[in-house]
């Protein structure tokens, strides 16, 4: 029999990373009593290590077999590693199926309070109106049923908190945002953006990044260390853990509940609401149970549609709030395999060992099937890139002896970039509770149903030839280019798999991403997403999810209850 640990919240928030700490400081700061249940351990500055060398570690970063015993899956991107391993699930006691022959990579899977802003990349773009109404003006699946105008005002105000470096561009379809001064480029990358603009016409800037370059809320600009997804003392990067949950705490109105694995929401099927959560204590494994006003989900889409699908009851017996049917499915994340590299011309300067490191590299923006141009023949929607240069030593010079040594000090650049390209919602792409598996807290998991279509197949092919283009454009010698599929199937900007939309029939929330079924139930992650652009979802995730916190508090306060 569950305990029942407290009934005097108004809003409980599943999950405390990019969208959960925004949710839980957005009403708490408001006066909501608000509880946080994070299946994770609290995060804190101990637990950092950007400054700590490799030497210092008990198998100096160079023991990945060891990782690999326990997270297989979470080890297959470099993030999780000697540095942040216990950061991450660990993928034996929390495991999930693919069927055999289409494997699923699931990673960034943190159990760490501010889940994956802990390690993410932090690049931080808008989606514009090309991406909320695509569907209208391709004809494939559905248009967003909101638009770029209810959005702005809170990506102004989600990017003033973040604190982004970027350049503003004047591209309607990668609208600018409230920029912190930009980090310099390097001389490759202003090469590369100068002579690609000017013989392709194509814009590259710098990656619109929530790096900090002036001091915010206490928050000291990035000293240039280098290693941001093991944490920073200066909390000069966009983790959840250091910036909206403790706010929320500060308020004195939300409890942070860690170790608190929700398994599923709790209904009263006579009202028709939801009224509250079991969870799983990670550490005792002994069941409770809260109470509130609201639930919302943050868990990660995954995770967050996990809770829904194990919640089934008589009423919604596929799945709470799933009487469309459409709950799982439409699952939809980047394709990536597509890129290129070349070496520069150095241009004078000099390679050291511990030079700064920019935390923040480029970005290409989308160039394929833009308004007013004619669409491409090859496939619908588009891509964009993130690449990076670098200034090493000749680590591959011939010789030996005091030749040797003089050429090896002779520097050597080099520029990457690797396409983000967009994946059509498709109802095969899905995920299923697995009948047969249950995770160690007696979960059942997800079963992952995901495979590239004809149209990745043919952005993919794009993202090769058109990285060889810009690197030649750019002067680039030795180019490389690639484009392989992307099997095993993985990504790290999961989406879309509780979409939402106008017509209940055919989505799972509305547009506040507030349940068509059920009224005081929420989830406000990437589930929510109608479709995937090609820009890094996470800005839209955080403006997403305060704009639906203010219409539920609207709710709240007009009729006292939702
Ligand atoms: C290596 C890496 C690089 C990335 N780079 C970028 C980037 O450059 N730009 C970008 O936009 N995005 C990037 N992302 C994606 C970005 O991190 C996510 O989009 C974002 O963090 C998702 O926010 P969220 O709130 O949905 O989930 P998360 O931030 O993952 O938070 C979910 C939280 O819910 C908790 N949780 C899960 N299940 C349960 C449960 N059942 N009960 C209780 N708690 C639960 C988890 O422990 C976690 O703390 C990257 C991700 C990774 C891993
Ligand atoms: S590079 Fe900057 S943001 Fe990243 S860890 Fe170092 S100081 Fe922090």
């Known amino acids: 029999m569950p305990a029942e640990k407290n009934s005097t919240f108004d809003v409980l928030v599943v999950g405390s990373g990019a969208s959960g700490g925004w949710a839980a400081k957005r009403l708490s700061e408001a006066g909501l009593k608000v509880a946080i249940v994070e299946a994770g351990r609290p995060q804190s500055d101990n637990n950092f290590s950007e400054h700590k060398p490799a030497f210092d570690l008990k198998y100096r970063n160079m023991a990945p077999e060891i990782i690999r015993k326990t997270r297989p899956i979470q080890s297959h991107f470099d993030v999780c590693n000697e540095y942040t391993q216990d950061w991450f699930v660990n993928d034996l006691d929390e495991p999930y199926t693919t069927p055999a022959d289409n494997p699923f990579h699931w990673?960034?899977?943190?159990?760490?309070?501010?889940?994956?802003?802990?390690?993410?990349?932090?690049?931080?773009?808008?989606?514009?109106?090309?991406?909320?109404?695509?569907?209208?003006?391709?004809?494939?699946?559905?248009?967003?049923?909101?638009?770029?105008?209810?959005?702005?005002?809170?990506?102004?105000?989600?990017?003033?908190?973040?604190?982004?470096?970027?350049?503003?561009?004047?591209?309607?379809?990668?609208?600018?945002?409230?920029?912190?001064?930009?980090?310099?480029?390097?001389?490759?990358?202003?090469?590369?953006?100068?002579?690609?603009?000017?013989?392709?016409?194509?814009?590259?800037?710098?990656?619109?990044?929530?790096?900090?370059?002036?001091?915010?809320?206490?928050?000291?600009?990035?000293?240039?260390?280098?290693?941001?997804?093991?944490?920073?003392?200066?909390?000069?990067?966009?983790?959840?853990?250091?910036?909206?949950?403790?706010?929320?705490?500060?308020?004195?109105?939300?409890?942070?509940?860690?170790?608190?694995?929700?398994?599923?929401?709790?209904?009263?099927?006579?009202?028709?609401?939801?009224?509250?959560l079991l969870y799983v204590d990670r550490v005792t494994r002994k069941s409770y149970e809260l109470f509130a006003r609201a639930v919302i989900l943050c868990a990660q889409s995954q995770e967050s549609v996990r809770v829904l699908l194990n919640s089934a009851t008589r009423e919604y017996p596929n799945g709470l709030a799933n009487s469309s049917g459409v709950l799982g499915h439409y699952l939809t994340a980047h394709v990536r395999s597509g890129g290129g590299s070349g070496d520069f011309p150095t241009l004078g300067a000099k390679h050291t060992l511990g030079a700064p490191v920019k935390p923040v590299g480029i970005y290409v923006a989308r160039f394929r099937n833009l308004k007013g141009e004619p669409p491409y023949k090859k496939f619908i929607r588009g891509f964009g890139y993130e690449g990076e240069s670098g200034l090493d030593f000749n680590w591959r010079a011939p010789g030996f002896g005091?030749?040797?040594?003089?050429?090896?000090?002779?520097?050597?650049?080099?520029?990457?970039?690797?396409?983000?390209?967009?994946?059509?919602?498709?109802?095969?792409?899905?995920?299923?509770?697995?009948?047969?598996?249950?995770?160690?807290?007696?979960?059942?998991?997800?079963?992952?149903?995901?495979?590239?279509?004809e149209n990745e197949r043919a952005m993919i092919q794009d993202m090769g030839d058109s990285a060889g283009e810009m690197l030649e454009a750019a002067g680039a010698k030795n180019i490389r280019t690639y484009a392989h599929p992307s099997a095993p199937r993985w990504a790290l900007h999961e989406a879309g798999i509780a979409r939402m939309g106008a017509d209940p029939k055919k989505s799972v929330l509305n547009q506040f991403q507030q349940s068509h079924d059920i009224k005081n139930l929420f989830v406000m992650d990437a589930s929510g997403f109608t479709s995937n652009p090609c820009q890094n979802p996470t800005l839209t995730i955080m403006s997403l999810c305060v704009r639906s916190c203010d219409y539920l508090m609207g709710e709240l306060k007009r009729s006292g209850s939702l």
């Not at 773009?125 to 909101?146: N, T, V």
């Not at 912190?180 to 013989?199: A, D, G, I, N």
């Not at 001091?215 to 959840?240: E, K, L, M, Q």
């Not at 050429?407 to 967009?422: C, D, H, I, K, Q």
């Open 107 to 276: 990673m960034g899977r943190l159990r760490m309070t501010g889940g994956r802003t802990n390690v993410w990349g932090r690049v931080s773009l808008r989606f514009s109106d090309a991406d909320f109404k695509a569907a209208s003006l391709d004809g494939h699946g559905e248009d967003w049923p909101l638009s770029y105008s209810d959005l702005a005002p809170y990506y102004d105000l989600v990017e003033k908190y973040v604190g982004v470096t970027g350049m503003a561009e004047g591209l309607e379809h990668l609208p600018d945002g409230q920029f912190q001064p930009p980090m310099p480029l390097t001389c490759q990358e202003s090469v590369f953006r100068e002579r690609v603009k000017q013989k392709l016409g194509r814009t590259v800037t710098l990656a619109r990044s929530a790096n900090l370059t002036r001091p915010i809320n206490g928050r000291g600009p990035c000293h240039y260390c280098g290693p941001c997804d093991r944490g920073c003392v200066t909390h000069s990067y966009f983790n959840a853990a250091f910036t909206t949950v403790p706010d929320a705490l500060n308020t004195g109105n939300c409890t942070l509940i860690s170790n608190a694995m929700v398994h599923k929401v709790l209904m009263d099927p006579a009202s028709n609401r939801a009224r509250g």
């Open 402 to 453: 005091a030749a040797y040594k003089q050429a090896v000090l002779e520097p050597r650049a080099s520029l990457n970039v690797t396409g983000f390209g967009e994946v059509l919602p498709r109802w095969d792409n899905f995920v299923e509770l697995d009948p047969q598996l249950k995770d160690i807290y007696g979960i059942p998991v997800l079963k992952i149903h995901m495979s590239d279509g």
